[in-house]
């Protein structure tokens, strides 16, 4: 049976609501078990580096890692402003070295700080079981794998939102003693950080607001957390205006309905079979919290299901802004809630382990599909050294390369390096991420026989109609189509091998 009776959602683990200390289970808690938790979702993270960079990936590396600090200064006043703080730090870290798996271990890196502190925060909740499976879901859930293993800022956001609920909860344990203030200062801090990350990750503080409301004293409420959010949302403040003159950068972003919320497990969880189920069991688990303690209930619930439903309100009221990736900061709401419901099954005389470690596994093979997807080259999405391989498979001397979007130059520079054909409409770099380029097509392509062209999309959106501009020029320029191919994923990348026309050119 799930007890929480006595106000305890653990039988025998001394929990309290809120002002106290919860930590009652500390002694029967390694120190190193955050640590250990950290370093295992860490490894997971690190085992899907095998995917190619994808296209952000890519913008990635084109901001902070091939360009000089002036040249990412003249970036961010084009696009991507409010990214700064995460291209300065990949731009100090890619010092050291620029391979894929390099510049995505920052994330796996942060994954691991957010598994190693929702175990603690687990324990703090719920009791140290709570801690622990918390953790392990958190490790196996197929989100983690992709975002531990993306070279974007995403992984960051989670781990700052676990970090500063976590601090808040520091803050309640003695809100009024002389420790107080440096909790609230840390707090504050976390909240600095949680807006550096990305913008739409403090989409989780009115869930710790209206905890703290909940959990302290009105005083201590009015004269710490309302100053301490306040000055920790500075930095979000200044980025948000940024990334306000800059909206443009996501009007890709098509307008959705409330029916989205319900991939809403699937997109926290990265798996369409694993999310579902383990949502259901994070509902049960918010549950037994909100019997316990209200404002720690209150706290991982909303952090559960408040972004998704504020985030589509933005998209609804502001601009289209509904993405998958900008609600993975949930993700450890998820195996938090997750936790507790498994850690409060008892189930005389099955062990502890009995029970939960075949959750966890079964939450791991149904997330199995999706982790092998992410893993495959093209797990990302694109399959940029796929298409650099079908071109150096055929390519011959004298053959040029058109970008059907120069901006994907990037991608196939990275990955290409020095053995690609003759960039024939290279000017240089432009101000964002595209690249200057001259217009005279037909005249770049005087004197060679071959050309490939490569762009974004499918096959059939570059050889018909008019949405891939450069295929049509190549066209008029006496080329006929000779070979194409596509990688497996959508939109994916297309190669196409073009033949100069006999008697032409």
Known sequence: MISSVGGSVVAGEAVRTSGQRTDAGAKDWPRWTPLLAGLLTTCVAVSGTTASLSADEVATYSAAVARPLSGLWGLVQQIDGHFLPYYLLIHVWSLLGEAEWWLRLPSALAAGVAAGFLADLGRRLAGPRAGVVAAALFAVLPSVSYHGANARPYAFAAAAAVVSAWALHRVAEAPTDSAGGKQVRWYAASVALLGCTHLFSVLVLPAQFLAALLALPRRTFLTRIVPATAVGCVPLAILALVGW????????????????????????????????????????????????????????????????????????????????????VTAPALALAGGVALASIRLAPVPFALVCVPAVLVVALLGMPAQADYRQRNGHYDDFPGAVGVIRARERAGDAIVYGQSRLRTGFVYYGREGLPEDVLLRGRGPAFEYVERDDLAEALAGHRRVWVVWRGTKQAGLTGKKIPKVAAVRAAGYRLSTAWHSAELPGLTVALFERVRGKG
């Open 245 to 328: 003159g800059e909206r443009h950068a996501i009007s890709w972003i098509q307008p959705h309905g409330p029916d989205v919320l319900l991939k809403f497990p699937k997109h926290a969880a990265g798996s369409d079979l694993a999310g579902p189920p383990l949502f259901a069991l994070a509902v049960v688990g918010v549950v037994i919290l909100l019997r316990r303690s209200v404002p720690w209930g209150v706290l991982v619930g909303g952090w559960l299901v408040l972004p998704p439903m504020l985030l589509l309100v933005i998209d609804a009221l502001v601009t289209p802004a509904y993405v998958d990736r900008y609600v993975f």
